[in-house]
């Protein structure tokens, strides 16, 4: 609870950190709030299995802090995990609320590029085969931290793509006794819109 807390304090810092900046600067944008969503490939590290297609969607706040620079924090639905290599039908899935909050410069007027923290919150796991699906979520860890470093391009004022990989820190197993962590990695590409 302690770190749901410091990740939603982080973000409400963030907002009004920029809004007071971005009033006190006059060459700055206004706050432009937007939806973005797309396709998911994830892995856990050190699984004997492939990455997983899964879907991420939310939305955002994107504040600018300069000329060429703003903070987009973000929540989104992510949907992770990983299949087995030997049969694909033995899936790990994870459903997360992830909180990131990106550090992006403009490098072109329409091209930016990304870095930053991911608070991510364990909101569902299961391990699914062929004979049905066990909730795994008592075995892992209830918060993920990673970091993203994307880029994204706007095509008009309101429609752009973007990709972004987040490398999990965190190990995500509970409780574990020697081995390997096992941390997430997500590759991540989709379409954002801004009002």
């Given at each position: 609870m302690k770190k749901?807390?410091?990740?939603?304090?982080?973000?409400?810092?963030?907002f009004s950190f920029a809004q007071k900046t971005s009033t006190n600067t006059a060459s700055s944008s206004p706050v432009r709030?937007?939806?973005k969503a797309g396709l998911n490939i994830s892995t856990v590290s050190n699984m004997d299995a492939n990455s997983k297609a899964g879907?991420?969607?939310?939305?955002?706040?994107?504040i600018p802090v300069a000329q060429d620079f703003?903070?987009?924090?973000?929540?989104?639905?992510?949907?992770?995990?990983?299949?087995?290599?030997?049969n694909s039908s033995n899936k790990l899935n994870l459903d997360?609320?992830?909180v990131p909050v990106m550090f992006q410069y403009n490098a072109l007027p329409n091209l930016y590029l990304e870095a930053g923290p991911q608070f991510g919150?364990?909101?569902?796991?299961?391990?699914?085969?062929?004979?049905?699906?066990?909730d795994v979520k008592d075995n892992l860890k209830t918060f993920d931290f990673g970091l993203g470093l994307g880029a994204g391009y706007y095509f008009t004022q309101n429609?752009?793509?973007?990709?972004?990989?987040?490398?999990?820190?965190?190990?995500?197993a509970k409780n574990r006794i020697g081995g390997d962590s096992s941390k997430n990695g997500v590759f991540q590409v989709g379409l954002a819109y801004k009002f």
């Open positions: 749901i807390l410091l990740g939603l304090a982080l973000v409400a810092g963030t709030f937007g939806l879907f991420y969607g939310g939305a955002f706040a994107n703003s903070v987009q924090p973000e929540v989104l639905y992510s949907g992770m995990g990983a299949k087995d290599k030997s997360y609320i992830a919150f364990l909101i569902s796991a299961k391990a699914k085969n062929n004979s049905g699906s066990v429609i752009g793509v973007n990709v972004r990989y987040v490398a999990g820190l965190t190990d995500i």
